[in-house]
């Protein structure tokens, strides 16, 4: 790349560089940030990007594009990897290798009450309660209470609804349920309920999550010989039924943890078609909670920038993305003593991870015996994931082009530009004039763009007047957005679809004559005969006649996807405004001093908000965190 292509000032600075290590970034003319690097030595690292010409590729284009340069010196090259990092899941970077940040796991979690609950959890953990997991997904964590629920009859009820029962509900006469809510109470078999067995239950469900199913076992053998002894034959009976059920679940155990291995994470990569997967399986406490897959994003750009990183040592693709969720991946979230990978990991990564974590993880990169076996499951998931992302792509992109062409909004260079097709959809929702909401979800790189997504509450209007509602919406997002497009500072859509026919898109075409728009942008979605699906006409505000694509039609098939979401989420955020109108959830938000943690409390102890009314200023007292005069200005709010 040649010198003239950069500022003076720019290359100066590279030449300015100290030889130590740190964590360089690079910033377009839009002040995005291209990419984050790390480096033994800043000066010979990122003076390298400056002094060869790379011609046309990849690297050539994101360095002609460089106009600003920041630094951060390092003690050490692991202080480098972990804030590279923190910085590539911050900033965003277009060039380098990109994980969704996902830091909500879902976990199960046994409360601290004197006789606990077992529930499923998904956010910030604290100490009060034992939690367990990281789980893949919300279906292990469930199926985990069921065996729980099978295994030792705890309970899953709501403390509003436990602190009430008089009697046994149902679950207790399935044997779901000790029915710890009626102490004392004889089972079925003449057992006797109380807090020390309930406990010794809780204490046994711990053990046999943390991987200890054998001594738990052991020790309801011991239990169930001792009640033989004592010619207890009902009690012991009861505890041989339960040693049945755990030995049918750890039968039922596809996968047995050997040496050890009661919390380890399997990671395989398949990279194909400029695409890759991370598939991450999990066993904790022995039992292989399941998988759950990541597509990492410019895996193509972060490989041709990465190969002038240590360019001594040839290192793999797989290796590269492995690397990037190693990293990634471990800051937020728990790591287990072991994981097992597919490919080559750098020792400074791993060194950094466990100093990070504070755990000390052991890497095993070629496993044996059961370990290999586990890996090769985890492998051919991730070639799986990874065929169906692809054919899935594939068809979208397909579905993509069919509606640019069918509309003529087709760029003039191709397939490339319809990544930056992007389609808003507006949709009105309301239950006979009540609560009324409006959504506009967008569609852009061949998928919904959930992060786009917007509700508009609609206020000052007729109840049940849609034509009114999509005059104020449209005229809430595009009047300021119009303005900036005429500036240069933003982007008009490439297509408005609203969900109605002419009397819908005749609105719109007054909202985008105020505001100076074209009106080849919008396109109404006109219920066919019978409002059946795939009979449906666009309909345009330009005076171009009415179009059918026809049943079969893959342009027809995007539009009705994108009508649909739309529809889906105004509808979700309709009902929502609805319950919180009717049932009141909205007295307690607008209370100072009542957050999140505190309306909860309240919401739990007192069954709702006609419950927490009702209460007196003693009552509100008795719950956690509720001071003397918060009480009275909670009870002075409602009443």
């Known amino acids: 790349m040649a010198d003239s292509e950069h500022s003076p000032e720019l290359l100066a600075q590279v030449a300015a560089l100290p030889l130590l290590p740190g964590v360089y970034r690079y910033f377009g003319a839009d002040g995005a940030v291209l990419y984050v690097g790390k480096a033994k030595s800043l000066k010979k690292r990122v003076s390298s990007y400056f002094q060869k010409n790379h011609g046309g590729t990849r690297i050539g284009h994101m360095v002609s594009k460089i106009v600003r340069l920041e630094t951060t010196v390092v003690r050490s090259e692991a202080e480098a990897l972990l804030l590279e990092n923190n910085l590539i899941k911050t900033l965003n970077p277009k060039y380098n290798i990109l994980f969704r940040d996902d830091k909500s796991y879902p976990y199960l979690r046994i409360s601290n009450h004197a006789l606990p609950r077992i529930t499923y959890y998904r ?8 939690y ?16 729980l629920q099978k295994v030792f009859r705890l309970r899953t009820c709501e403390d509003s609804v436990f602190n009430n029962r008089t009697r046994p509900c149902l679950l207790f006469q399935i044997k779901r349920c000790s029915a710890p809510c009626v ?134 693709v797989e290796s590269r993305v492995l690397n990037a969720f190693i990293a990634q991946h471990y800051i937020d979230v728990p790591a287990p003593g072991t994981l097992i990978v597919c490919a080559a990991v750098n020792p400074e990564l791993m060194a950094s991870v466990s100093e990070h974590t504070g755990i ?20 051919q998931n991730a070639d799986l994931q990874l065929a169906r992302l692809l054919a899935e792509e594939g068809s979208q992109q ?28 507006f949709d009105i929702s309301h239950t006979s004039g009540e609560a009324t909401q409006a959504s506009c979800v967008v569609f852009q790189n061949h998928k919904m763009d959930n992060r786009e997504y917007r509700r508009f509450t609609i206020e000052g209007i007729t109840p049940g007047d849609d034509y009114a509602a999509m005059r104020q919406v449209l ?97 979700t955020g309709m009902r929502a405004k609805r319950a919180k109108l009717r049932v009141g959830g909205g007295q307690l938000e607008e209370i100072p001093g009542v957050g999140p943690k505190r309306r909860a409390r309240l919401l739990q102890r007192f069954g709702g908000v006609k419950g927490v009314t009702n209460a007196s200023v003693e009552d509100l007292c008795t719950v956690d965190g509720i001071s003397q005069d918060l009480a009275e200005h909670i009870y002075r709010a409602l009443h």
């Not at 795939?534 to 098939?557: I, T, W």
């Open 123 to 130: 956010g910030a953990v604290d100490k009060k309660s034992q």
């Open 132 to 147: 367990f997991g990281p789980y893949p997904s919300a279906w292990a964590v469930k199926d985990a209470i069921v065996l």
């Open 183 to 316: 102490m004392g109470l004889t089972s079925m078999a003449g057992l006797v309920v109380g807090p020390e067995a309930y406990a010794q239950s809780v204490v046994d469900a711990a053990k046999f999550l943390r991987g200890d199913a054998q001594q738990v076992m052991k020790e309801l053998e011991t239990r169930m010989l001792s009640y033989a002894e004592r010619l207890e034959f009902e009690q012991a009976a009861e505890v041989r039924n339960q040693i049945s059920a755990l030995s049918s679940v750890l039968h039922q155990q596809s996968v047995e943890t050997t040496g050890g291995d009661n919390d380890a994470d399997i990671l395989a990569v398949k990279v194909m078609g400029g695409r890759a997967c991370v598939n991450l399986a999990m066993v904790r406490g022995g039992r292989h909670l399941g998988d759950r897959a990541f597509f990492p994003s410019h895996v193509d750009d972060a490989q041709a920038l990465d190969s002038l990183d240590d360019a001594q040592i040839p290192v793999t």
């Open 360 to 379: 000390k993880i052991s890497l095993v990169e070629n496993p044996r015996a059961q370990r290999r076996t586990w890996l090769e499951m985890a492998q």
């Open 398 to 425: 397909a579905r993509t082009r069919a509606l640019a062409q069918a509309l003529d909004l087709t760029p003039s260079d191709g397939d490339e530009s319809l990544n930056s097709l992007r389609i808003e959809c």
């Open 475 to 571: 005229t809430r997002r595009y009047s300021k957005l119009a303005e900036a497009a005429q500036n240069g500072q933003a982007k008009l859509p490439s297509l408005v679809l609203v969900d109605g026919g002419k009397g819908q898109v005749s609105v719109a075409r007054e909202v985008f004559e105020q505001l100076g728009l074209d009106l080849a942008l919008i396109v109404g979605v006109e219920k066919g005969e019978g409002r059946k699906v795939g009979l449906e006409e666009l309909v345009f505000a330009d005076g171009r006649e009415k179009v059918y694509l026809g049943a079969d039609s893959a342009a027809l098939m995007l539009v009705a996807q994108i009508r649909d979401e739309a529809h889906r989420f105004a509808i």
